[in-house]
Structures are given as structure tokens and as C-alpha cells.
């Protein structure tokens, strides 16, 4: 009986510098996905090329920068304008952010299109107001109402392209 009650004390004293099992395992587990999991920085720069690239397609086709390559005559702008300059404004905001996360969709791994959804809002919001401000500063020309037609457009778009398919059906479900 005494070698219980050593191996008890042993236990007791060493409790505290050792995890017990099923911890130590967690643990272990915990820091491969850690080593093996993509870093937030890399995800960033990934997103950021992808987003350039789709940014160039998709100013190809309006003609406000004068950069357009697709479209005759006013493109995609004169499409939306007929509808109305508000739906202009908030529809090309959508266009152009939703495109950047359709293609980030397909280039980016499983593991890495995690973490942009981790911080999603901070991700499509960073996202649609860098976009802004740096057509603020080619324009030099955006009103108050546009900028905010715009992102409101862009944020909404960016999020109905980020989220997963199921949840959309959820949304436009009408039964």
C-alpha cells in the first residue's frame, strides 16, 4: 500500500509540470495545426494579388478610367445608368468587389480561404474601403453619395460572394 500512496504524491507534485493525457494530446494537436496553418500575412498578400488581377479585368470594361478593353461605346456604365445613377454607383461597387471574391474563391486553398472568412467583415471591409480611397485619389471626382452607394454596394456583394452556398439558399429560401 505504500507504493500507492508514493505513486500518488509523485503524481500530486508532478501535476503541475506535466499536462495529463488528454491535454498534452490537445496540446500537441493544437500546435501542428498551428505550425501547418496558413499565416494571416500571407493570406493578405495572396488576396491582395488576387484582388489586382481582378481589378484589372474588371476596369477593362468600364470606361471611366479610360482603361476599358471589353464593351463598345459606354459599357457597362451606360447599362447601369439607364436603370438609375444610384443603382449605377452601388451596382458597380458590387460588380467590382464581388468579382475579387468569386476569383479568391477558386485560387485560394481550403485552409487559407478560412481565415479570410475568420475575419470576414474585416477582410471585405479593408477590402472595398483601399478600393475607394484609391479611386478617390485617380478620380479625384467622387461625391460623398457615391463613395457611400458604392461601398455600400461592394460590401454587399463582397459578403453574398463570400458566404458558403447553403447559407445563401437559407437567404432567398421563400418557404
Not at 504524491?9 to 493544437?30: C, M, R, T, W, Y
Not at 494571416?40 to 479610360?66: D, E, N, R, W, Y
Not at 468579382?99 to 486553398?109: H, M, N, P, Q, S
Request: charged share 15%; net charge positive; hydrophobic share 55%.
Amino acid at each position: 500500500m505504500k507504493d500507492v500512496k508514493n505513486d500518488f504524491e509523485s503524481f500530486k507534485n508532478d501535476a503541475g509540470q506535466v499536462p495529463a493525457g488528454s491535454s498534452f494530446v490537445l496540446n500537441k494537436i493544437h500546435s501542428e495545426i498551428a505550425r501547418t496553418a496558413p499565416k494571416k500575412s500571407a493570406v493578405a498578400v495572396k488576396l491582395g494579388g488576387i484582388h489586382l488581377v481582378s481589378s484589372f479585368f474588371t476596369l477593362m470594361a468600364c470606361p471611366q478610367f479610360g482603361t476599358r478593353l471589353f464593351f463598345d461605346g459606354e459599357g457597362l456604365m451606360d447599362v447601369f445608368m439607364n436603370i438609375s445613377p444610384m443603382f449605377c454607383q452601388a451596382f458597380c461597387g458590387a460588380f467590382y468587389l464581388a468579382v475579387t471574391f468569386i476569383l479568391a474563391r477558386f485560387v485560394l486553398k481550403y485552409d487559407e480561404w478560412l481565415v479570410v472568412m475568420r475575419s470576414r467583415a474585416l477582410t471585405i471591409g479593408s477590402v472595398a474601403l483601399l478600393s475607394l480611397g484609391v479611386f478617390a485619389m485617380l478620380a479625384q471626382g467622387i461625391s460623398w453619395e457615391a463613395g457611400v452607394f458604392w461601398i455600400f454596394g461592394a460590401l454587399v456583394a463582397g459578403e453574398m460572394a463570400s458566404v458558403s452556398r447553403m447559407t445563401l439558399k437559407k437567404v432567398f429560401s421563400f418557404s
